[in-house]
C-alpha cells in the first residue's frame, strides 16, 4: 500500500502530524508493506528566497491577529508537539521560502534517504536555534549531509534553481486536483485521504479500511500457455 503526504516543512502542524501518522504506522501488522513517499506543498510560494522574518510577525501580518494571539498559537502548537515526544521553540523562529528544501527532498526520494531529510528540516525548523532560512545554502547542505545525502550532490542541486523544480510545481499541481488546499494532507492508495494533524486512532482507523478495501488481483482465463517457474522453464517437446 501506497501513502503519499503532501507537507510543508513551514507547517507546524505537518511536523506533528507526521509524528501521529507514524505512531499509527508502527502499531499497523502490514507496516512493512506500507511505502511512505513525501510530496511538495509549499504554504507561502509567492515568498521571495532571501525575504525571511520572525514566525510572530508572519503570522500577525498574515492573519490580522495580535502578537498575544500569535504567541499563544505557538504556545498551543509547543504542547501538542510535546504531547508527541517532539521538540518544538516557541519564541524566536523565523519563517521563508521552502522552494529549495523541496528541491532537496526530491533529490533525497531519488538517493533513497527522503524521510530522513524529511525529519532532519522539521526538526532544525522547529526544535533547533540555527535558522533553516537565513543562514544560506550551506546550512542546508549541511542538513542534507546530516539525512545522509553527498554534499555535493546537495549543493549542485542548490546552485541549480531548474533542478527538480518541475518535480515540486508537478506535485503541487496534483495536490490541487486532489482537493488539498491545506496540509498535511495524506492519500492511501488513491482512495482515501485524510486531511490534517488527525489524532493516531485516525490514521489507525484510514489505514486498516485502505488495506482492506484493497482490490486482489484477477486473472483472466486464457487457458494454459507456457510459463517460467521456481522450478524452471518449460521447454516445448518436439
Not at 501513502?3 to 502542524?13: G, N, Q, Y
Not at 533529490?107 to 522547529?126: C, I, P, S, T, W
Not at 491545506?182 to 488513491?190: A, K, Q, T, W
Request: charged share 30%.
Amino acid at each position: 500500500m501506497k501513502v503519499e503526504i503532501w507537507s510543508d516543512i513551514a507547517c507546524p502542524w505537518c511536523y506533528v502530524g507526521k509524528a501521529r501518522f507514524e505512531k499509527a504506522l508502527a502499531a499497523f501488522p502490514h507496516r512493512d508493506r506500507v511505502e511512505v513517499v513525501h510530496r511538495s506543498f509549499e504554504l507561502d510560494p509567492g515568498r521571495a528566497k532571501g525575504d525571511v522574518q520572525p514566525v510572530i510577525t508572519m503570522l500577525t501580518r498574515k492573519y490580522g491577529m495580535s502578537e498575544a494571539q500569535a504567541q499563544a498559537g505557538e504556545e498551543n502548537l509547543g504542547a501538542q508537539a510535546a504531547a508527541e515526544g517532539l521538540e518544538y521553540r516557541t519564541r524566536d523562529r523565523d519563517h521563508g521560502n521552502t522552494f529549495d528544501m523541496h528541491r532537496l527532498l526530491h533529490l533525497a526520494k531519488e538517493r533513497g534517504r527522503q524521510d530522513e531529510l524529511v525529519q532532519v528540516l522539521y526538526r532544525a525548523n522547529f526544535a533547533e536555534e540555527r535558522s533553516v532560512f537565513s543562514e544560506g545554502d550551506e546550512r542546508l547542505v549541511e542538513l542534507a549531509v546530516a539525512a545522509g545525502l553527498d554534499a555535493e550532490d546537495a549543493r549542485k542541486v542548490l546552485a541549480d534553481p531548474t533542478a527538480y523544480a518541475d518535480d515540486v510545481r508537478a506535485d503541487e499541481r496534483e495536490a490541487a486536483e486532489l482537493g488539498a488546499n491545506g496540509v498535511p494532507f495524506f492519500v492511501l492508495d488513491r482512495k482515501y485521504g485524510v486531511s490534517g494533524a488527525q489524532p493516531a486512532e485516525v490514521f489507525t482507523q484510514a489505514l486498516t479500511q485502505a488495506w482492506g478495501e484493497r482490490s486482489p488481483l484477477r486473472l483472466l482465463d486464457q487457458g494454459d500457455a507456457d510459463a517460467c517457474g521456481p522450478d524452471g522453464c518449460a521447454v516445448p517437446q518436439s
